[in-house]
């Protein structure tokens, strides 16, 4: 349980409608990943957390919003990335009724994180990875509960579906508001940086980040949101976007187009590097082309991140594909 004798931050909210508000989850810089509380009849839901430096956030999100933490019924993970479920363990000690609602390939790794905080260290470095993440807490087992494809669960009443949808990992789910015809997309639907918003809309990218970025999963699993006609996605890089069936398009294109150079760079001298520089090219163009109220400069700045990792994705699916 939290030390009540600390006194909480001041979140940074975003109200939205039907009782939905982003947390800036703090995570790297403000505006980068948000966790978003669905709110119902007096019951809460949390979909996705950020990290553990987060959860003094989410706590103080809720106290701004009139609630205790026993009235938070789900801790709801798109997946275990630890910018997404790195705070979970945390949190969920601080929720004392709160069920958190894993993918059956994700589960194992959130109730014993060993595996997950040991490959993670082995990317980011020891100094890092704390600096970042921290201590990675365990889940009760009997805390956890494992989703199926297609089950319903109820908020107070509020109907979500399940959807798995592999793409960006294998053990990706996504929340299907269906009385709002909303989703919480976690990273399927890609990132969309407020900053970046121009007259013409958000301005959107895929995540083909290592290590089971997979295009024609990624396009499946789109395609498959469609279908349920959805006004808004929640996203955690950042939070609400419209105007869902010109975002996809795009999307789709991108998946296609960033296919495309990677395999155009398999035999480069230096692939990594080459890929880079086309995907940054691409999204140059793809930016100025819908307005983008940023210098070049700016723009760089904030998807430095997802250029690098999406390299690596793709780097990391030519090793790992079928020839």
């Known amino acids: 349980m939290r030390d009540e004798t600390v006194p909480l931050p001041t979140p940074r909210l975003l109200h939205h409608p039907d009782g939905i508000t982003a947390v800036d989850a703090e995570y790297l810089h403000p505006g980068h990943a948000a966790a978003h509380l669905v709110r119902h009849d007096g019951r809460a839901a949390f979909v996705d957390v950020g990290t553990n430096h987060s959860v003094p956030y989410l706590l103080a999100a809720l106290a701004a919003l009139g609630l205790r933490p026993e009235a938070v019924d789900y801790v709801l993970l798109t997946h275990v990335h630890l910018d997404h479920a790195g705070g979970a363990g945390q949190l969920m000690r601080a929720l004392p009724n709160a069920v958190c609602v894993l993918h059956p390939r994700g589960a194992p ?9 040991a490959g993670s260290r082995a990317v980011y470095g ?15 087992a009997e805390r956890v509960h494992v989703t199926h494809d297609g089950e319903r669960l109820s908020l107070a009443g509020r109907p979500f579906e399940i959807l798995h949808t592999p793409g960006h990992a294998l053990h990706h789910q996504v929340f299907v508001d269906l009385a709002h015809r909303c989703m919480f997309t976690g990273d399927t639907f890609g990132i969309s940086y407020r900053e970046l918003d121009s007259p013409a809309g958000a301005f959107i990218t895929p995540t083909t980040t290592p290590t089971q970025f997979d295009p024609a999963q990624m396009r499946a699993s789109i395609e498959r949101l469609l279908g349920y006609a959805p006004e808004a996605m929640y996203l955690m890089h950042y939070s609400r976007v419209t105007g869902v069936p010109r975002l ?16 155009a760079s398999a035999n480069a001298p230096d692939r990594h590097g080459a890929i880079q520089a086309a995907m940054w090219q691409l999204w ?14 700016r723009l760089a700045e904030l998807l430095a991140g997802d250029l690098e990792l999406n390299t690596q994705g793709l780097v990391h699916w030519l090793d790992t594909r079928a020839t």
């Open 248 to 263: 996809a398009q795009s999307l789709l294109q991108q998946i296609e187009d960033l296919e495309r150079i990677a395999r």
């Open 126 to 140: 020891p100094e890092r990875f704390e600096r970042l993440y921290g201590q990675i807490e365990p889940i009760a």
């Open 284 to 297: 140059r163009e793809l930016a100025l082309r819908h307005g983008c109220p940023v210098s070049e400069t």
């Open 109 to 117: 790794h959130m109730i014993d994180p060993t595996r997950l905080t």
